[in-house]
């Protein structure tokens, strides 16, 4: 089992930064790849960005790259999302999910059934 706490959501104007961590616990953390989803009211949770078991290879959807930045630190347990240059449509609840199978493709981290376990989620508002 893995149990995921994701923290540091709020609110902020466009243009403004802010930084979303996850806290896990449960089992090994490098042995599982972690992602960041979002879903805004009445649309589907979305791929933000994905990194692999160390830490070392990252995927970001494309209307966050440059923008957005996942890390890892398998010595704390924790991961983070730096959003920088935060549009009103970056408005959402973000997750973080693990994938505890092992092994880590950019195709297979972009799918959110690909994750067993996530977080309960975090509400970022950026105004305008």
């Known amino acids: 089992q893995v149990q995921l706490l994701e923290s540091g959501g709020g609110l902020v104007q466009a243009g403004g930064s802010l930084r979303l961590s996850c806290a896990a616990s449960?089992?090994?953390?490098?042995?599982?790849?972690l992602g960041w989803f979002r879903q805004a009211p009445g649309k589907e949770r979305e791929f933000v960005a994905g990194?692999?078991?160390?830490?070392?290879?990252?995927d970001y959807a494309d209307s966050v790259k440059g923008r957005f930045t996942i890390t890892r630190d398998n010595a704390k347990n924790t991961a983070s999302l730096q959003m920088n240059s935060l549009k009103p449509e970056n408005t959402a609840v973000y997750y973080c999910?693990?994938?505890?199978?092992?092994?880590?493709?950019?195709?297979?981290?972009?799918?959110?059934?690909?994750?067993?376990?996530w977080g309960q989620g975090t509400q970022v508002t950026v105004s305008s």
């Open positions: 999910a693990a994938d505890a199978r092992g092994g880590w493709t950019a195709a297979a981290a972009r799918l959110p059934s690909t994750y067993g376990y």
């Open positions: 990194v692999n078991l160390s830490g070392g290879t990252t």
């Open positions: 449960g089992r090994t953390f490098s042995s599982y790849a």
